[in-house]
């Protein structure tokens, strides 16, 4: 990870999820923390923290964490849902940050 990306992630919610969740990406290690990389990749994607092709993402990588997570709790569906509502707390503030990030480099 470069530094400008690694300055986007910093202190935003889910930080603590993405950041090992990319290290498990890249080495091709399927964990909760890496299918939430999957499925978050489009906007990781977008601001360049991610490169990968869509063929390297693992597939229906909502499936497999759902699988994952029933494995390891009585109420799978609960844990799913914390994960889905703080990725989506990420890429909200992701976002935000970028806007801001964006104001502030425009000459």
């Known amino acids: 990870m470069n530094i400008k990306c690694d300055n ?11 950041r090992p969740g ?5 080495a091709k290690r399927i964990t909760v923390e890496s299918l ?6 489009n906007r990781l994607r977008k601001y ?10 693992p597939a229906e990588a909502e499936l497999q964490l759902y699988a994952m ?14 994960y889905n509502g703080r990725m989506t707390k990420f ?8 806007s801001r990030h964006n104001k502030h480099t425009v000459v």
């Open 48 to 57: 360049g923290i991610l490169h990968c092709q869509d063929t390297e993402l």
């Open 8 to 18: 986007l992630l910093n202190n935003l919610p889910g930080e603590e999820l993405i």
């Open 36 to 41: 939430l990389v999957a499925i978050v990749s």
């Open 22 to 26: 990319l290290h498990d990406f890249l």
């Open 91 to 98: 890429e909200n503030a992701l976002d935000h940050r970028f």
């Open 69 to 82: 997570l029933a494995k390891q709790y009585d109420d799978p569906y609960t844990q799913y849902r914390a």
